[in-house]
């Protein structure tokens, strides 16, 4: 059996089956996704469990879609640090964290500290949300951008770079 190194755990063409279908769709039984990664059940679940108990697997959530919720706007917000010290920044995150709107919180390198991804009914709702964000922390700067229009959304990981 081929294996490949993972951080987290040792994976092979089985288990990357096992995360691909469940990643598409983790609502199926476990009989579809035994039938589906020629198993049967029982290996099957000890598979599932294995990449649960080794942190491959993190959890198993509902999507939503944000248009059926009047969530219409998608912003991606620029934060820039007023200072760049560790208080700041455990204020910031925790502050950040608070906020429902925001779905998403990266800390990136280069000109901007973090980027938000953020949904909201409307751009009035922005304006609240922005008085809300300003009160977190000290900001040099913030500046956004709103999303026309999703071209792409995946919450699927890719994994072909494993087999």
């Known amino acids: 059996m081929e294996k490949f ?9 089985t288990d990357l089956a096992i995360l691909e279908n469940l990643q598409s769709d983790a609502s199926r039984s476990l009989g579809e996704l035994a039938e589906a990664v020629h198993l049967s059940p029982t290996p099957c ?3 599932v469990q294995r990449l649960r108990e080794s942190g491959v697997i993190t959890g198993q959530v509902t999507l939503c879609d944000p248009q059926q919720l ?5 912003a991606f917000v620029f934060i820039k640090a ?4 560790e208080d700041w920044m455990v204020r910031f995150v925790a502050g950040a964290r608070e906020l429902p709107e925001i779905v998403e919180i990266h800390r990136m390198a280069g000109e901007i500290d973090y980027l938000l991804k953020v949904y909201l009914p409307d751009i009035a709702a ?3 949300f922005y008085k809300k964000l300003i009160r977190v922390a000290d900001l ?4 956004a951008s ?3 229009e999703t071209v ?3 919450t699927a990981l890719p994994v072909d770079h494993l087999r």
Request: hydrophobic share 35%; charged share 30%.
């Open 140 to 143: 040099q700067d913030i500046s």
């Open 70 to 74: 009047d969530l219409r706007v998608t």
């Open 126 to 128: 922005y304006d609240r």
């Open 5 to 13: 190194s993972s951080q987290a755990a040792i994976v092979d063409k």
């Open 152 to 154: 792409k959304f995946t």
């Open 146 to 148: 709103f999303s026309m």
């Open 82 to 85: 007023a200072t760049h010290s």
């Open 45 to 47: 679940w000890r598979r």
